[in-house]
């Protein structure tokens, strides 16, 4: 856990007690966000897309390789027929080839990142304007993500007695 972070929690609990005019403590909500993202309608989309892409990109560099295969293979019969400035021709062609399979590989990778990236932010975005949205409502003091880990591996949350599981209501109010 970030050492800012337990800061913050208390503070905002402190803050919290402040601020109650009751006698009662504090109420906590806990949301598993990894579920909530799992169940998320754009999840699925986002992914089927990411995995076409991966398809079309993998099918691109098969095509390419093969392409450069055939070339070498011509480049090869081409030098056996004594063919000299077709075979030198048909190099240049491999190299150009060669050159356009690398860049195509770093391309294709950058660009698959960045959409899965960009994908994966909508949804956060969209999962915290819902949560902001159910706590306006409900008025937890804090909901903390129980699914969550700390930089050292173990959950953030180790135990929240009293703590409101809002994970089902959050997914359903993302449902179209």
Known sequence: MHPNCGVALALALMAASARAEETAPPRIATVDLTTV???????AEATA????ARKAARQSFRDKSEELKNTLQRHQELLRDGRKAEAAA?????NT????????????QRALEEQFRTAKKEILDDIARVVREFNAEKRYA???????ASDNGLPQ???APGAH???AEIIARLKP
């Open 37 to 43: 993202f799992e169940a998320h309608p754009r999840t």
């Open 49 to 52: 897309a990411l995995s076409a």
């Open 90 to 94: 048909e190099l240049e062609k491999a």
């Open 97 to 108: 080839l060669e050159r356009a399979i690398a860049e195509l590989g770093t391309t294709n």
């Open 142 to 148: 804090v909901v903390l993500d129980k699914s969550a």
């Open 157 to 159: 949350v180790l135990d």
């Open 165 to 167: 599981d809002i994970t």
